[in-house]
């Protein structure tokens, strides 16, 4: 089956779908998230073999994948999660179990710090609304082909499967750390922490999948071990707990505890995640204190631009800082990043330490917020207490886990530092600081922005240069051109550090009250010309680098490497890349790239195209035509030789995310 008949087949069973490129699992089309194809739509997205996903939650009436990403979670599923659907690729089966949800729940992700504070391992994802899934017929980066198991897809309440995905996860770390001798210790351990807050049916159920998942030969006497401790427990006696676990297994009750939002109870103490060997780190100890990850795979194939949460500005789950010297509008900036993660309908944290209600509220009407875009999704909060303490730090924890917040605002680093009687100027200060902070919300996979002052002899941000080890990247905001409510100025914004390095390094923007009212925008000094073909000069030149290889087109790492001698950087390149694929200006053939649009014939040539027939071609061919498509004439085509205006128009609806021939026929008025 085609990748475009089984998208129909999807579309028709009410799943919206979207295009992926070939052998991939991210989607590279910009706004996939709001793509709604209909069964016609299907041939223009997928006439190249490209894999197919599934959107996921609202788009496809309450569809939802709980995907198990180790292998304890896998075995511990097959015992907690209800029968339905699965799927999954050749080498990990059943990985993926569907359901329909009502109400449908919000995505949920259940993830273990690695121990060394840079990302966390994955166990278990409930997967909703915003996120998708790559489904049959697609091919895995690996090599691998997806594939349906059989059964049909169960109906389930949404707070009901995420307390089973809940369990899944708790019962694949215990396995995780389920050791060769001590099992038994490690099961009462876990019994008596979990029957102090789960019914005992659950508590039993979830250590028998642990110790199944563990592949643990006498699961049947671990049963009877914990129904032993659950009866003592409920007659009041003394029965082993959270600390025991914690000795047992370090760092898994504090993780599993910000799984399900409990707080420790009364005497209970052990350490917390941030103290010590992460329990991914602890687990493999007894086994390979260096575990090898091969590079040769990702080297090979490439590495797709990270997740960025505000494209060219803010990346996903990063920690991010921008410095200025005061009155220079890094307020300003910070909140016109904030209206634009909450147009995406996504939460923030804006921790103020600076300016308080009536300034914050004042400048966001001035951005023109909408009143209930920050009652849903902007929580405040004016002067909090930031300390260095355990306490501070888990009800930290415990607002990230109430919020869910994809960014967090803090105004200012300085002010934090010193609300919390630390020095600004010690290396051991900030480091303590942001370990307590920014790097908790990092591990969970959310973003930071720290706003910090310059000294007064300006030029790097006060205090310690300790503070550029601790975030991901830097900009130096400056002001040029002054602003206010009268008069529109000028920020710009350098970029100091990138650890990623697909950031621009200047940005420019536009500020002030101007004749339609308050703007904050980019200025055209940072955006592109259009030539007369709807491409930018960087879309052309990176055009140009595919067409210097000819027809035997270029594999991702020539073209890339061709495109950066003529001057591109690497996001640039990637960036350009999407959008002439999107165009329909190049096209993708396994691992090389091609250039669709042919060259016009010199004079004294004949095209060929002269003596071709009214056969039906298999390629819709190139955007921008410089003659009819085959069988048609400059007289007969279906919409006429568009103009170099509607040239521009169509091209610009493609850049969009619109399909060609959807864009053609908006354009001509069809």
């Not at 944290?349 to 917020?369: F, P, Q, T």
Request: contains cysteine.
């Amino acid at each position: 089956m085609t990748s475009a008949s089984a998208a129909v087949r999807y579309i028709n069973h009410g799943y919206a779908v979207i295009p992926i490129p070939a052998g991939r699992k991210a989607p590279n089309l910009s706004n996939w998230q709001h793509l709604r194809m209909r069964p016609e739509d299907a041939p223009t997205y997928f006439d190249n073999g490209q894999n197919i996903g599934i959107l996921l939650g609202e788009p496809s009436n309450g569809l939802v994948d709980v995907d198990l990403d180790t292998p304890e979670a896998v075995a511990a599923g097959r015992y907690l999660l209800p029968a339905t659907l699965c799927s999954g690729r050749e080498s990990s089966p059943n990985s993926h179990y569907w359901y329909r949800c009502d109400p449908v729940p919000s995505t949920a992700k259940f993830q273990v710090p690695r121990g060394t504070g840079e990302g966390s391992e994955m166990f278990v994802e409930l997967r909703s609304t915003g996120k998708q899934t790559v489904v049959a017929p697609s091919v895995h980066p690996d090599g691998d082909k997806y594939a349906w198991g059989e059964g049909e897809t169960a109906t389930i309440s949404g707070p009901e499967l995420l307390e089973r995905a809940r369990e899944v996860a708790t019962a694949a770390l215990l396995a995780r750390h389920w050791p060769s001798r001590g099992r038994h210790e490690l099961a009462l351990a876990a019994a008596g922490y979990l029957g102090r807050r789960l019914d005992p049916e659950r508590v039993e159920a979830v250590i028998q999948a642990a110790a199944g998942a563990a592949g643990d030969e006498e699961r049947r006497d671990r049963s009877r071990a914990v129904r032993d401790t659950l009866e003592g427990l409920g007659a009041g006696r003394s029965v082993t707990g959270g600390p025991t676990l914690e000795q047992l297994a370090p760092g898994v009750p504090d993780i599993v505890a910000r799984w399900w939002g409990w707080s420790r109870e009364p005497g209970e103490k052990f350490k917390s995640i941030s103290k010590g060997p992460g329990p991914v780190e602890a687990a493999t100890r007894e086994k390979d204190r260096f575990e090898r990850i091969d590079l040769g795979e990702p080297i090979a194939s490439g590495m797709e631009p990270p997740d960025m949460l505000v494209p060219e500005e803010l990346y996903a789950g990063r920690v991010h800082c921008i410095y200025a010297a005061g009155g220079t509008g890094k307020t300003f900036k910070a909140l016109s990043l904030i209206k634009k993660v909450i147009d995406q309908g996504k939460p923030v944290l804006l921790l103020d330490l600076e300016n308080g209600v009536r300034i914050i509220s004042d400048r966001l009407r001035d951005l023109g917020v909408e009143a209930e875009q920050v009652r849903q999704n902007l929580y405040y909060y004016p002067f909090p207490s930031m300390p260095l303490s355990d306490e501070a730090s888990a009800e930290f924890e415990e607002l990230l886990e109430e919020v869910k917040p994809v960014l967090i605002v803090v105004d200012s680093w300085i002010n934090c530092l010193s609300a919390a009687g630390l020095d600004e100027n010690s290396a051991t200060d900030i480091a303590q600081w942001a370990e307590a902070y920014p790097q908790r919300a990092r591990v969970r996979g959310i973003a930071s922005l720290l706003l910090d002052h310059v000294p007064k002899e300006g030029g790097s941000a006060r205090g310690s240069g300790r503070k550029l080890d601790y975030v991901d990247v830097m900009w130096e905001l400056r002001n040029p051109q002054k602003f206010d409510r009268e008069t529109v100025g000028r920020i710009d914004m350098h970029l100091r550090k990138d650890r990623e390095g697909w950031l621009p390094k200047v940005l420019t923007f536009s500020v002030g009250a101007g004749e339609n009212g308050f703007v904050f925008k980019r200025s055209a000094g940072t955006v592109e010309p259009i030539d007369e073909e709807g491409l930018s000069t960087s879309e052309r030149s990176t055009l140009d680098a595919l067409r210097a290889f000819g027809s035997v087109g270029a594999a991702d790492k020539e073209w890339r490497e061709e495109a950066i001698a003529r001057g591109l950087s690497r996001a640039t390149y990637y960036r350009c890349r999407e959008t002439l694929m999107r165009l329909n200006l190049v096209e993708r053939v396994m691992n090389k790239f091609f250039d669709k649009t042919p060259a016009k014939p010199k004079s004294h040539e004949v095209s060929n195209e002269s003596h071709e027939t009214n056969e039906t071609t298999a390629n819709m061919g190139s955007l921008m035509r410089s003659h009819p498509p085959k069988g048609e004439t400059n007289e007969t085509t279906h919409a006429g030789t568009p103009s170099e205006e509607q040239r521009r128009r169509i091209a610009k609806l493609v850049r969009q995310g619109m399909a060609e021939h959807l864009a053609r026929a908006e354009v001509f008025g069809q």
